[in-house]
């Protein structure tokens, strides 16, 4: 397995990065009217740990591991994480303009995750994907607890 993967730089993955990384250049123009993301974190210092070991261990896998195999070719797969980036995207719309609700919160939380998974699930990496499912289930977790 092990065989199939080396380091380099993946322009799918730093692509993939800086798309979900965008929203977050919004704050240069204006804090929200409301902003309680801010306080999205756990109680419990180790859940936080956790969640920035996967955030940050899939930022470096997704960017900086490749698999020498081809990427996988599903057209299912690539409208689904195109989607569920842009319904990341208008739940940032909303929640600048004011308009969220703890639903939207936990969204803000499950559509980036399914972008990440899916993106590398795609590009098949295992690395990268291991960690985004690590960040996937504590981030969403944190923000189901806070907000819900």
């Not at 740990?49 to 070719?73: D, S």
């Not at 057209?75 to 842009?86: D, E, F, G, K, N």
């Not at 939380?109 to 504590?138: D, E, K």
Request: charged share 10%; aromatic share 12%.
């Amino acid at each position: 397995m092990m065989k199939n993967y080396r380091l380099g730089l993946s322009r799918v993955g730093v692509i993939a990065v800086v798309l979900v990384m965008l929203p977050n250049l919004m704050y240069l123009f204006g804090v929200p009217p409301n902003d309680v993301l801010g306080d999205n974190s756990a109680g419990v210092t180790v859940l936080n740990v956790l969640e920035n070991i996967g955030r940050f261990g899939l930022m470096i896998a997704l960017c900086g591991v490749i698999n020498k195999n081809t990427p996988i070719r599903n057209r299912v797969v690539t409208i689904m994480a195109i989607c569920s980036l842009l319904a990341y995207y208008v739940l940032w719309i909303a929640y600048f303009t004011g308009n969220f609700n703890g639903i939207s919160l936990v969204g803000m939380a499950v559509f980036p995750s399914v972008f990440f998974l899916l993106t590398a699930w795609r590009q098949r990496n295992i690395f990268a994907f291991a960690f985004a499912a690590l960040f996937a289930v504590v981030h969403i977790a944190i923000t189901s607890c806070n907000f819900l």
